[in-house]
């Protein structure tokens, strides 16, 4: 079946640090990626996509690339701000309409 | 600014009772679904509408039960809560014919019970 598969947090770096998650999909097909985030107090954005391979999706710093032949979608940030500091969720949309997320990591920025 | 409204952001109940979480959106959008979310497990989906009257289990439907009797509002049951229901539960919405990444979410309702 399918799933999503993140590293495990919580991930704690000082500002301007170089951020990465990682996160690693089980699919049939080629599904469309996805990063959210979970600002504190608030529901789930969506942060970045990507829906082929070889595609990167970018937004406020963050990137991601859809690796096919290694079946992952790391989230990277090259230099990190205590706003930062959030829950994120790697996801993958499935053909039947269901979007499935990974566990969340949780990314605490220290200044 | 389009929103997703959970009527409480903080519930405790007691084993046995049954138990509304209220969902409504202003965006006239078809779709709605009812998540769960858990340390460690991330979001789980518990029950999915694409339009008024039409409910979908999702993947953990098991004590659970929705109603959906306007576009606007979609309603999450627990006919007797269980302290394993203790969970923060979120609501989301989407445009018919969009893809995922269009999902709008509420801020969440923190349930404990007792």
């Known amino acids: 079946g399918n799933s999503v598969t993140q590293m495990e947090g919580p991930v704690t770096l000082s500002e301007e640090a170089f951020l990465t998650i990682n996160c690693t999909y089980t699919?049939?097909?080629?599904?469309?990626l996805f990063w959210y985030v979970q600002y504190p107090g608030e529901g789930l954005q969506l942060l970045l996509k990507?829906?082929?391979?070889?595609d990167k999706g970018s937004n406020k710093g963050f990137e991601a690339t859809y690796r096919k032949e290694t079946t992952s979608f790391h989230l990277e940030k090259g230099s990190v701000q205590v706003s930062d500091s959030a829950v994120y969720f790697c996801?993958?949309?499935?053909?039947?309409?269901?979007?499935?997320f990974g566990q969340g990591t949780e990314l605490s920025v220290k200044p | 600014d389009v929103k997703v409204t959970q009527s409480s952001r903080y519930l405790v109940k007691r084993t046995g009772e049954k138990v509304f979480l209220e969902c409504v959106q202003d965006m006239d959008h078809e779709n709605m679904f009812w998540y769960r979310q858990d340390p460690g497990l991330g979001l789980r989906l518990i029950y999915f509408?694409?339009?008024?009257?039409?409910?979908e289990k999702g993947d953990i439907p098991e004590g659970y039960s929705v109603s959906r009797e306007k576009k606007e509002r979609f309603s999450l049951i627990l006919e007797s809560a269980s302290t394993n229901q203790t969970s923060m539960y979120l609501c989301a919405s989407r445009k018919q014919g969009s893809t995922n990444e269009k999902l709008f979410f509420g801020s969440g309702t923190q349930l404990s019970v007792l």
């Open positions: 990507a829906t082929k391979a070889d």
């Open positions: 509408s694409y339009d008024v009257k039409m409910k």
């Open positions: 699919a049939t097909g080629y599904p469309s």
């Open positions: 996801a993958l949309y499935n053909q039947g309409g269901k979007l499935i």
